[in-house]
């Protein structure tokens, strides 16, 4: 079956350095989501995607944050100047249409030191 | 506000026993709820949506619009059941989910 990967499993990052979160959606799908879920908190949506623009970001989706699929393939999360509390699980998803199900890869863990 | 509410961060019962995990949702339009399930170290899965009215792996979500709930509840919890637990509401404007904070089920042998 297929699956949405995301790379890398663990990422360890200075506060004030930006950080790159990659996500491969599942090769046919069309929408694309990024949610994060800090420790002992609940999954927050962050942003959702689809040709080729943010169709919806949520509160959270700053301006230090910005997504893109660079080659047809990756989707990714960038954080520009990352902060202590942008450390949290990020999760990718990706559905065909977006009433379907959306897929969720294994999830990125962000330590910001 | 779309809001959802698990109200039990962690739930423990006994093998073989009766599990329930209670899920309200606050939204004034018409809801589409669905149950995700995460095993340890393993990703976010889809358990159950309310439109398919399936049982899954035993497991089944009836949603109750009087009472804005969307319970899941399997008649005898096996040990692999144990995981996080969670419940999520779509929003049509825009699909996003709207998680509940989870619940930990912890099957004892």
């Known amino acids: 079956e297929p699956e949405v990967t995301q790379t890398p499993s663990h990422q360890v990052t200075q506060m004030g350095q930006e950080v790159i979160l990659r996500c491969v959606p599942i090769s046919n799908h069309l929408y694309f989501y990024w949610y994060r879920q800090i420790l002992g908190q609940k999954v927050e949506f962050l942003v959702s995607f689809y040709n080729n623009e943010i169709s919806e970001k949520s509160e959270i989706f700053d301006d230090q944050f910005s997504v893109e699929r660079p080659d047809g393939s990756n989707f990714t999360l960038k954080i520009r100047s990352t902060k202590l509390e942008d450390s949290a699980m990020y999760f990718c998803a990706s559905t065909s249409q977006p009433g379907q199900p959306q897929h969720f890869g294994d999830g990125t863990r962000l330590s910001i030191l | 506000a779309q809001r959802v509410t698990q109200p039990e961060k962690l739930l423990s019962v006994f093998k073989g026993a009766p599990v329930e995990l209670k899920c309200n949702y606050s939204?004034?339009?018409?809801?589409?709820l669905f149950w995700y399930v995460q095993y340890s170290r393993q990703r976010l899965q889809l358990l159950l949506r309310?439109?398919?009215?399936?049982s899954i792996k035993g497991f089944t979500a009836d949603l109750n619009k009087g009472e804005t709930s969307f319970h899941l509840k399997k008649p005898f919890a096996q040990e692999e059941d144990s995981a996080m637990y969670y419940c999520a509401l779509r929003i049509y404007s825009n699909y996003q989910l709207i998680w509940g904070a989870g619940t930990k089920l912890i099957i004892k042998p």
């Open positions: 309310h439109i398919s009215r399936e």
């Open positions: 939204y004034s339009g018409s809801p589409e």
